[in-house]
Structure formats: structure tokens, C-alpha cells
């Protein structure tokens, strides 16, 4: 293998940064990537890659990185996820591409000068259309109501509560989640009162991941899955981050303890004296109390 890709120095700050596996999983994306479009064959089906993309399997990704399969798979849905990489599978293999390839591994142009330059050109054009707009808004200004007013007040209100993180008081029922908007504030909220820290949200990543989550298992089942997931024991999650894109990927699983109420916290101590644990020989894997009082 030839070449070269390039690291921006914000990977220093990012979250990926501070996982030594998660960092390893995505540099090894990186330099998988094809840099210019190819064709590879695959068994009998000939795939033609675009700059960005490459060809892997969960075992020859794990052989690789010198990971077990369902660990590499993991951190490779965890990319996914936090949109840095979008996956496309079937029964055979899986084509991998890494988002916004062309801007950051783009060999024309400086990184830092494609900044500067859209930086410029969009301070120049925001001062053309602010020179228009003013004249617009004293106009406007004479034919605002009392009404206008109030409902900028309002959205006003509501951009401040997203983002300091505010909720309604409906804590843990999934009540005040009504879009999502409200899980990811919700979210936050709890977050802060587990950990004592605030949640830094990624206003638009968390939404769009919470706006799928919503549509899926609703407020109400939703609300149950944050709790579970920020107090259960994981030391993955504790390692990858305990985000919203980590909620997702641990999604399935945590649909099914809400709603088998297998979490700890869903059982009355009070009420249970003994609790015997049957197990399945083939997979020495508990299934299920054998027992309650």
C-alpha cells in the first residue's frame, strides 16, 4: 500500500482522540480509503470504489486491527453513528466510506486556505446582505405587532433552554419529550444530574440520531432507554463516551431491557428474597430469575 492521508490537528480535540481504540479504528479508515477512484473485485462481483470508500469484512477488519470481530464492528457502527463514516452491508462484504473524504484528504488545495478563503468569501457576502436587510428591518420594525414579539420572545426562551439544557419537570415518564429537540434536552438533563457535568451536545448530530430514535420507540420507551443507559454499568460506553451516538448503537438492547424490565433498578428489593439465576449450558449466559417471592 502507497501514499499518504493527512490528520488535521482538531483530531486533538476531538472525542475520537481520546480513545486509543476508537483513534485506531478510524485512522485504519482512513488509510483503507481508496484515494482515487478503482474497481475491485470481490469473489465474482466486481465493485467500483469512489475516493473515500473501501472494501472490508467484519473478521479481515478485525484481523487487522487485532480485534475481535463484534469488537472492530462496533466501534466501526460507533463511525457510523457520529457520521464520520457511512456503511453499506450485505451478506458478503461491506463498502465503507469515510464522509467529507474530498475536503479533508483533497490534494489541490490547503486545508486551512479552503477555510480562510470560505471564510472571507462568506464575511463578504453577509456584509452585502446585511447592508440590504438593514434598510428591510426598520421597515419592519414599524409593522411589528405585540404578537410578533411575544412569539420572538418565546422562540428566544426556547433557545435558551436548549441550550443550558432545561426540561420540563415530567422527569422520567417521557412526557416532556415531544420532539427532538426535547430528547436531546431531556437527555442532557438527566446526564448532568448522573454525572454533575454538563452534556456537550452536538446540536444537529444528536437531534437527527434522537429524531430516528423517537420514530422508532417513542417518548415514552425512549425516556426509559436514556435512563437505563446513563446508569447502567458499561465500561464500553464509559470509554466511547456516554453521547447520544453511543445511545444509538446500544439502542436495540436497551429497548428490550426497558420494555422486559430487566434493568436492576426496575426490581423492589423490598419484595424479592432470593434470586436464582437458570442458566443455558450451550452459552453459560443467565436468562432469566428462576424465582421470586
Request: glycine share 6%; charged share 25%; hydrophobic share 35%.
Given at each position: 500500500?502507497?501514499?499518504?492521508?493527512?490528520?488535521?490537528?482538531?483530531?486533538?480535540?476531538?472525542?475520537?482522540?481520546?480513545?486509543?481504540?476508537?483513534?485506531?479504528?478510524?485512522?485504519?479508515?482512513?488509510?483503507?480509503?481508496?484515494?482515487?477512484?478503482r474497481a475491485q473485485v470481490?469473489?465474482?462481483?466486481?465493485?467500483?470504489?469512489?475516493?473515500?470508500?473501501?472494501?472490508?469484512?467484519?473478521?479481515?477488519?478485525?484481523?487487522?486491527?487485532?480485534?475481535?470481530?463484534?469488537?472492530?464492528?462496533?466501534?466501526?457502527?460507533?463511525?457510523?453513528?457520529?457520521?464520520?463514516?457511512?456503511?453499506?452491508?450485505?451478506?458478503?462484504?461491506?463498502?465503507?466510506?469515510?464522509?467529507?473524504?474530498?475536503?479533508?484528504?483533497?490534494?489541490?488545495?490547503?486545508?486551512?486556505?479552503?477555510?480562510?478563503?470560505?471564510?472571507?468569501?462568506?464575511?463578504?457576502?453577509?456584509?452585502?446582505?446585511?447592508?440590504?436587510n438593514n434598510d428591510n428591518?426598520?421597515?419592519?420594525?414599524?409593522?411589528?405587532?405585540?404578537?410578533?414579539?411575544?412569539?420572538?420572545?418565546?422562540?428566544?426562551?426556547?433557545?435558551?433552554?436548549?441550550?443550558?439544557?432545561?426540561?420540563?419537570?415530567?422527569?422520567?415518564?417521557?412526557?416532556?419529550?415531544?420532539?427532538?429537540?426535547?430528547?436531546?434536552?431531556?437527555?442532557?438533563?438527566?446526564?448532568?444530574?448522573?454525572?454533575?457535568?454538563?452534556?456537550?451536545?452536538?446540536?444537529?448530530?444528536?437531534?437527527?440520531?434522537?429524531?430516528?430514535?423517537?420514530?422508532?420507540?417513542?417518548?415514552?420507551?425512549?425516556?426509559?432507554?436514556?435512563?437505563?443507559?446513563?446508569?447502567?454499568?458499561?465500561?464500553?460506553?464509559?470509554?466511547?463516551?456516554?453521547?447520544?451516538?453511543?445511545?444509538?448503537?446500544?439502542?436495540?438492547?436497551?429497548?428490550?431491557?426497558?420494555?422486559?424490565?430487566?434493568?436492576?433498578?426496575?426490581?423492589?428489593?423490598?419484595?424479592?428474597?432470593h434470586v436464582t439465576f437458570?442458566?443455558?449450558?450451550?452459552?453459560?449466559?443467565?436468562?432469566?430469575?428462576?424465582?421470586?417471592?
Amino acid at each position: 500500500m502507497h501514499g499518504w492521508i493527512k490528520l488535521h490537528r482538531q483530531l486533538l480535540e476531538n472525542h475520537i482522540f481520546q480513545n486509543e481504540k476508537l483513534l485506531k479504528v478510524w485512522i485504519w479508515c482512513l488509510l483503507k480509503a481508496a484515494h482515487t477512484g478503482r474497481a475491485q473485485v470481490v469473489g465474482r462481483q466486481k465493485i467500483q470504489l469512489e475516493p473515500g470508500q473501501f472494501v472490508t469484512g467484519r473478521h479481515a477488519a478485525a484481523a487487522e486491527l487485532g480485534m475481535a470481530p463484534s469488537t472492530t464492528w462496533d466501534y466501526l457502527k460507533l463511525l457510523e453513528a457520529q457520521e464520520c463514516i457511512s456503511i453499506k452491508s450485505n451478506n458478503k462484504f461491506s463498502v465503507v466510506t469515510v464522509v467529507n473524504w474530498a475536503f479533508y484528504q483533497g490534494c489541490n488545495e490547503n486545508f486551512d486556505s479552503k477555510i480562510d478563503n470560505k471564510s472571507k468569501a462568506n464575511g463578504q457576502q453577509i456584509d452585502t446582505i446585511n447592508n440590504v436587510n438593514n434598510d428591510n428591518n426598520v421597515k419592519n420594525k414599524r409593522n411589528k405587532n405585540k404578537k410578533s414579539v411575544s412569539n420572538k420572545d418565546d422562540e428566544t426562551i426556547k433557545a435558551q433552554d436548549a441550550r443550558s439544557g432545561k426540561v420540563d419537570e415530567e422527569d422520567g415518564t417521557g412526557k416532556s419529550i415531544k420532539n427532538a429537540r426535547d430528547a436531546v434536552m431531556y437527555f442532557s438533563s438527566k446526564f448532568e444530574e448522573k454525572f454533575g457535568l454538563k452534556y456537550s451536545a452536538s446540536w444537529g448530530k444528536d437531534a437527527k440520531l434522537m429524531k430516528e430514535l423517537l420514530e422508532t420507540y417513542g417518548s415514552e420507551l425512549l425516556a426509559k432507554m436514556i435512563n437505563i443507559f446513563l446508569s447502567e454499568d458499561d465500561n464500553w460506553a464509559d470509554k466511547a463516551g456516554r453521547t447520544v451516538g453511543i445511545l444509538k448503537v446500544r439502542a436495540n438492547s436497551l429497548a428490550l431491557k426497558a420494555t422486559q424490565h430487566s434493568h436492576p433498578d426496575l426490581i423492589n428489593k423490598e419484595h424479592v428474597t432470593h434470586v436464582t439465576f437458570v442458566a443455558n449450558p450451550a452459552w453459560d449466559i443467565p436468562l432469566r430469575p428462576a424465582s421470586y417471592k
